[in-house]
């Protein structure tokens, strides 16, 4: 017969239990700091996938012969080696750790309050705004009074008028049900993975990379798995290697193309490898087409390939110098689209409804779009012919507005001292390549500038370099 002191004795039971878990940690997290010193005196990176899936294998058989859930069970791993890899993150020196591009521009605000010149090749926002035609469109919908909410996918006229940009872009046929805005690309980014991840879920992002995809993954308690890729193979994911990352945790693979920080845009068939990929394994790829209007070759989006599990997200805030508008948005199936819009419905109810309107403006200034990405494509063509004098190695970009030059020539170069020395000693500031990944070698420099300051800001960083 169960009773109050039963309960009790459970209660303390459940408690000792607790406290022996903390005390097991406790003692994990003690060998995690001894682990650190052995690889740092052997210079090994801090995460080992080859280890990580082992463990992962050990825990489903503990999983399974202690009656504990998998995914449960693999939550709590992700948990500890989270842990494990903040711990050994947190030895590092300053010097070390990776300043981040806001970073780098708030610093620079900083410099520029105390009356100094600062030339912004960090960030990556085209100093035109947006067109004139989409400016008056936002005011004019202020003043018509759309100014409430509105449905958290978006109006129903924008989605319809994004389905049919996309539909004859990629001469596909979405329909506006497939269509969510979002609070800019980012957000659309950030829905996409909560709404496709599961927690302990793995999704593999092809470095260099935006570093938002990792911090959006980490931030839902899945497992990001890097896969590298190198200026000698032209910035292409070797797909063998993707393939061998590939597990059954895999639930999502990240792309982004053309390519923030390289430039790159995938070759078709490389693409079509991808997709073969994902398609047999049943994953979902997140397509990230912010740059798809600054695509200086051919460039694929991932809305052309049929039975693959596949989000798009895009935005306004690139093609249409729409930064601050804060618009963007997601295309995939139905059923993805109505998580994603739950997703937006609950952090911020929808994208506000006179902003919607310029969106819907914006998609009509197709002069002006084209005018922008020629004009960055002279001003990334600029940066190469000044880094070519300089004796730099980079890739030629195939598109977006970055140019990711080696500056690095041996192996005490570290990127983000030297982005912050330049900005401290010349006023220039650059995105260091630890940024965006393992690149310690490589700084990331925005063509978002006028041509004058472009030519100034590498005049400079010329001068530091001798
Ligand atoms: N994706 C990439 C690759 C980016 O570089 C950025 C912004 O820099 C974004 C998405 C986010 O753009 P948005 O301003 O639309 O949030």
């Known amino acids: 017969m169960p009773s109050e002191s039963n309960l009790e004795a459970l209660r303390k039971e459940v408690r000792a239990i607790t406290n022996e878990i903390m005390r097991l940690v406790g003692l994990r997290l003690s060998l995690t700091e001894k682990i650190d010193k052995v690889k740092r005196s052997m210079r090994l990176p801090i995460v080992d996938y080859r280890v990580e899936r082992d463990l992962k294998s050990s825990v489903i058989d503990a999983c399974k012969r202690y009656n504990v859930d998998e995914r449960f069970g693999l939550r709590i791993l992700n948990l500890l080696i989270e842990e494990a890899v903040r711990v050994q993150k947190s030895s590092m020196d300053e010097s070390e750790r990776a300043i981040s591009v806001m970073g780098m521009f708030s610093l620079a605000k900083r410099m520029e309050k105390e009356g100094k010149k600062v030339i912004h090749l960090e960030v990556g926002e085209p100093d035109f705004g947006p067109p004139e035609n989409v400016k008056r469109a936002a005011c004019d919908a202020i ?96 797909l063998e290697s993707l393939s061998n990352l590939v597990n059954d945790f ?180 650059v995105a260091p390549g630890t940024t965006f990944g393992d690149y310690p070698d490589y700084v990331r420099i925005s063509a978002c500038q006028s041509e004058r300051s472009l030519l100034e800001g590498l005049e400079r960083i010329g001068e530091f370099l001798k």
């Open 143 to 238: 003043s018509r009074g759309f100014t409430k909410y509105t449905e958290p996918s978006g109006i129903s006229h924008l989605r319809e008028s994004i389905a049919e940009y996309v539909n004859e872009r990629h001469r596909i046929d979405v329909s506006s049900e497939q269509i969510a805005i979002t609070s800019g690309g980012r957000f659309s980014i950030y829905a996409s993975i909560l709404s496709a991840l599961s927690q302990g879920g793995e999704a593999i992002v092809i470095q260099p990379a935006w570093p938002a995809y990792i911090d959006c993954i980490e931030a839902i308690s899945g497992r990001a798995i890097v896969l590298k890729t190198k200026l000698e193979d032209g910035w292409r994911p070797d």
């Open 250 to 429: 895999t639930e999502m693979i990240v792309i982004n193309y053309p390519n923030n920080p390289t430039g790159k845009v995938l070759e078709s068939r490389d693409m079509k490898a991808l997709v073969d990929l994902a398609k047999d394994r049943g994953i979902t790829i997140l397509s990230d087409e912010v740059y798809s209007e600054y695509s200086f070759k051919p460039s694929h989006s991932i809305l052309e390939f049929d039975g693959v599990k596949s989000i798009c997200a895009s935005s306004f805030s690139k093609s249409y110098g729409m930064t601050g508008f804060r618009v963007g948005y997601a295309i995939s199936d139905v059923n993805s689209i109505r998580k994603i819009s739950r997703i937006q419905a609950l952090a911020s109810t929808s994208v506000p409804e006179f902003i919607q309107y310029a969106a819907m403006e914006a998609l009509k200034c197709k002069d002006d779009v084209k005018r922008y990405a020629n004009s960055v494509r002279r001003r990334v063509g600029l940066v190469c012919k000044e880094l070519s004098k300089m004796g730099l190695s980079y890739y030629e970009p195939d598109g977006a507005f970055y140019v990711f030059p080696k500056i690095g020539k041996d192996d005490s170069f570290n990127a983000g001292k030297f982005a912050l020395d330049l900005l401290k000693e010349k006023s220039v500031g």
